[in-house]
Protein backbone atom coordinates (compact mmCIF):
# COMPACT_ATOMS: atom_id res chain seq x y z
CA UNK A 1 0.00 0.00 0.00
CA UNK A 2 1.10 3.17 -0.95
CA UNK A 3 0.01 5.63 2.22
CA UNK A 4 -1.43 8.82 1.34
CA UNK A 5 -2.23 10.11 4.30
CA UNK A 6 -1.54 8.78 8.02
CA UNK A 7 -3.21 9.52 10.76
CA UNK A 8 -1.57 9.96 14.64
CA UNK A 9 -2.82 9.38 18.07
CA UNK A 10 -1.62 8.73 21.40
CA UNK A 11 -3.19 7.68 24.26
CA UNK A 12 -2.03 7.86 27.97
CA UNK A 13 -3.89 5.66 30.91
CA UNK A 14 -5.80 3.37 28.50
CA UNK A 15 -9.22 3.80 28.45
CA UNK A 16 -9.53 5.68 32.09
CA UNK A 17 -6.93 8.50 30.44
CA UNK A 18 -6.57 10.42 27.84
CA UNK A 19 -5.82 10.43 23.64
CA UNK A 20 -4.39 13.47 21.82
CA UNK A 21 -4.03 13.40 18.22
CA UNK A 22 -0.53 14.53 16.72
CA UNK A 23 -2.19 17.83 15.90
CA UNK A 24 -3.47 18.45 18.62
CA UNK A 25 -7.43 18.72 17.10
CA UNK A 26 -8.62 15.50 18.56
CA UNK A 27 -7.94 15.59 22.31
CA UNK A 28 -10.62 13.97 24.61
CA UNK A 29 -10.76 12.19 28.00
CA UNK A 30 -11.84 8.61 27.83
CA UNK A 31 -13.97 6.50 30.38
CA UNK A 32 -15.13 3.55 31.07
CA UNK A 33 -18.58 3.37 30.16
CA UNK A 34 -21.30 3.01 33.08
CA UNK A 35 -22.63 -0.46 31.16
CA UNK A 36 -18.50 -1.82 31.58
CA UNK A 37 -18.49 -0.99 35.29
CA UNK A 38 -17.29 2.92 35.01
CA UNK A 39 -18.06 5.96 35.81
CA UNK A 40 -19.42 7.01 32.22
CA UNK A 41 -19.97 11.20 32.57
CA UNK A 42 -18.60 13.61 30.25
CA UNK A 43 -15.64 11.43 28.40
CA UNK A 44 -15.98 9.36 25.37
CA UNK A 45 -14.47 5.97 25.04
CA UNK A 46 -13.05 3.76 22.01
CA UNK A 47 -16.41 2.31 20.96
CA UNK A 48 -17.68 6.02 20.56
CA UNK A 49 -15.11 6.88 17.97
CA UNK A 50 -14.70 3.35 16.12
CA UNK A 51 -18.28 4.63 15.78
CA UNK A 52 -17.46 7.77 14.12
CA UNK A 53 -15.00 7.36 12.13
CA UNK A 54 -16.70 3.77 10.19
CA UNK A 55 -20.13 5.91 10.16
CA UNK A 56 -18.40 9.15 8.71
CA UNK A 57 -15.95 6.66 6.25
CA UNK A 58 -18.85 4.70 5.26
CA UNK A 59 -21.11 7.61 4.37
CA UNK A 60 -18.51 8.55 1.82
CA UNK A 61 -18.15 5.34 0.04
CA UNK A 62 -21.91 5.21 -0.19
CA UNK A 63 -21.95 8.37 -1.39
CA UNK A 64 -18.85 7.72 -3.97
CA UNK A 65 -20.96 4.36 -5.31
CA UNK A 66 -23.85 6.26 -5.64
CA UNK A 67 -21.75 8.65 -7.59
CA UNK A 68 -20.05 6.13 -9.61
CA UNK A 69 -23.50 4.39 -10.79
CA UNK A 70 -24.88 7.94 -11.92
CA UNK A 71 -27.68 8.05 -8.87
CA UNK A 72 -26.27 10.52 -6.64
CA UNK A 73 -27.62 10.74 -3.04
CA UNK A 74 -28.31 14.72 -2.02
CA UNK A 75 -29.37 13.90 1.18
CA UNK A 76 -28.33 10.96 3.57
CA UNK A 77 -26.52 9.83 7.20
CA UNK A 78 -25.30 6.76 8.42
CA UNK A 79 -25.41 5.92 12.26
CA UNK A 80 -22.61 2.88 13.23
CA UNK A 81 -23.92 1.32 16.56
CA UNK A 82 -20.87 -0.68 17.96
CA UNK A 83 -21.38 -3.20 21.01
CA UNK A 84 -18.70 -4.78 22.79
CA UNK A 85 -19.64 -7.49 24.53
CA UNK A 86 -17.63 -11.22 25.78
CA UNK A 87 -17.97 -14.03 23.35
CA UNK A 88 -18.08 -17.77 24.52
CA UNK A 89 -14.03 -17.73 25.66
CA UNK A 90 -14.56 -14.50 27.74
CA UNK A 91 -12.80 -12.52 25.76
CA UNK A 92 -14.04 -8.99 24.48
CA UNK A 93 -15.56 -8.89 20.91
CA UNK A 94 -17.18 -5.98 18.83
CA UNK A 95 -20.02 -5.82 16.66
CA UNK A 96 -21.45 -3.40 14.54
CA UNK A 97 -24.66 -2.25 13.16
CA UNK A 98 -24.74 0.85 10.23
CA UNK A 99 -28.32 2.67 10.26
CA UNK A 100 -27.97 3.92 6.63
CA UNK A 101 -30.59 6.50 5.56
CA UNK A 102 -31.46 8.04 2.44
CA UNK A 103 -34.55 9.92 2.34
CA UNK A 104 -36.81 9.85 -1.31
CA UNK A 105 -34.63 7.01 -2.53
CA UNK A 106 -36.34 3.79 -3.43
CA UNK A 107 -35.14 1.05 -0.06
CA UNK A 108 -33.56 -1.44 -2.25
CA UNK A 109 -31.41 0.82 -4.56
CA UNK A 110 -30.33 1.63 -1.23
CA UNK A 111 -29.73 -1.81 0.04
CA UNK A 112 -27.58 -2.75 -3.17
CA UNK A 113 -25.43 0.66 -3.04
CA UNK A 114 -24.53 -0.23 0.58
CA UNK A 115 -23.93 -3.78 -0.11
CA UNK A 116 -21.21 -2.63 -3.09
CA UNK A 117 -20.06 0.09 -0.45
CA UNK A 118 -19.54 -2.33 2.04
CA UNK A 119 -17.90 -5.35 0.15
CA UNK A 120 -15.91 -3.12 -2.14
CA UNK A 121 -15.17 0.79 -0.87
CA UNK A 122 -15.44 1.64 2.52
CA UNK A 123 -11.57 0.65 3.97
CA UNK A 124 -13.45 0.40 7.74
CA UNK A 125 -15.68 -2.47 6.29
CA UNK A 126 -12.63 -4.52 4.50
CA UNK A 127 -10.38 -3.55 7.51
CA UNK A 128 -13.06 -5.70 9.61
CA UNK A 129 -14.24 -8.09 7.42
CA UNK A 130 -14.14 -11.68 8.92
CA UNK A 131 -13.19 -9.96 12.00
CA UNK A 132 -15.99 -9.19 13.41
CA UNK A 133 -20.01 -8.83 12.60
CA UNK A 134 -21.47 -6.49 10.74
CA UNK A 135 -24.50 -5.76 10.05
CA UNK A 136 -26.02 -3.11 7.55
CA UNK A 137 -29.26 -1.98 7.85
CA UNK A 138 -31.38 0.53 5.85
CA UNK A 139 -34.19 2.89 7.22
Not at 70 to 90: C, L, Y
Not at 116 to 135: D, Q
Request: net charge negative.
Amino acid sequence: MQALYTATATAIGGRSGSIKSSDGVLDHKLAYPKELGGPGGAATNPEQLFAAGYAACFENALLRVARERKQPIRESSVTAHVAIGRNDKGFFELAVELEISVPDHDHGEIEQLARIAHEEVCPYSRATRGNIEVKLRVV
